[in-house]
């Protein structure tokens, strides 16, 4: 719950004399991505090593990502849920690059890397945020608010939704997201008043083993109205940037706010520390700045 704060903090700490910080992340994510595209289509099509991810039909699915990591020893615990969000992150940056006339030609090849391989894990959330990006761009364009705007508005949107799914029993043929709406509809029906206070002592909540997989109702069955203040310090560490990468905080808020409908976002520490990471990297990059101005 607290990794991106605490990431945001510790990597601001620890980049805060460095300069091109934005481009040295940017390289290093480039590197990743592409050296693992290499590996994977090695691993596929010449090594034939991840048998139990091959098609028997390759002109009808084409694979081109494994859950190898360079390695055939070393394999990515959270490859079908949260690693596509590096796929996520790659395109979101390579679009704030193309936008600004900035390495043209690495971000184009990321994009396309990435928007074929985020395929491959078939984590839904971060396929459909790849390819809602160009819409999500033209929301961002045409409306130009602040931060702090589309964060309310995106969490409102949360909100709204998960009552709704917890007031109203919605039949659903998909098994995946009729379970995540049922825990919210059951978590609901057992509240009471006590709850408010102590939304921990909830029947449903103590005989649940797992998590809702909605980050928003499980923060809260636990924590109570402190969410209000932990979120109030996350739209913080979103609106405390270069606003030149206004777009990146954008696009970043967007897959984790609304994606906390139907994930554990911002709690599972891959996605939690890279993002507090990856905004630290945006604030520095203002300060610097603002220093290098009030020099001359």
Known sequence: MLLPIISFYVFKNIFKNM????????????SIIVL???????????????????????????????????????????????????????????????????????SLLLIVISGIVVLNPNSRLFIYGVYLIPALYLFYVTTRLRLETYFYLFMTASISITFLIGFVDFNLSDISLSTRNNHAYNYFSDFNFVNIVLPFDNQYRMKTTGSFHNELLEIFSFFGVVIIYYYYLVMKIYSEINKKYKLVSFLLMFIIVIGALVQINISNPYIGIMLGMI???????????????AKQ
């Open 19 to 30: 300069n091109n910080t934005f481009k040295k992340m940017y390289l290093i994510l480039f």
């Open 36 to 106: 693992k595209f290499i590996f994977d289509v090695y691993f596929i099509y010449i090594q034939n090593l991840d048998t139990e991810l091959i098609l028997s039909h390759m002109f009808t699915n084409i694979r081109f990502s494994t859950t190898y990591y360079f390695l055939d020893s070393i394999r990515i615990y959270n490859y079908f849920d949260y690693f596509s969000f590096i796929y996520y992150v790659a395109v979101v940056l390579s679009l704030h690059n193309i936008t600004n006339n900035i390495m043209l030609k690495r």
């Open 279 to 293: 905004l630290a990297v945006l604030s520095l990059d203002s300060e610097n700045m603002e220093q290098k101005y």
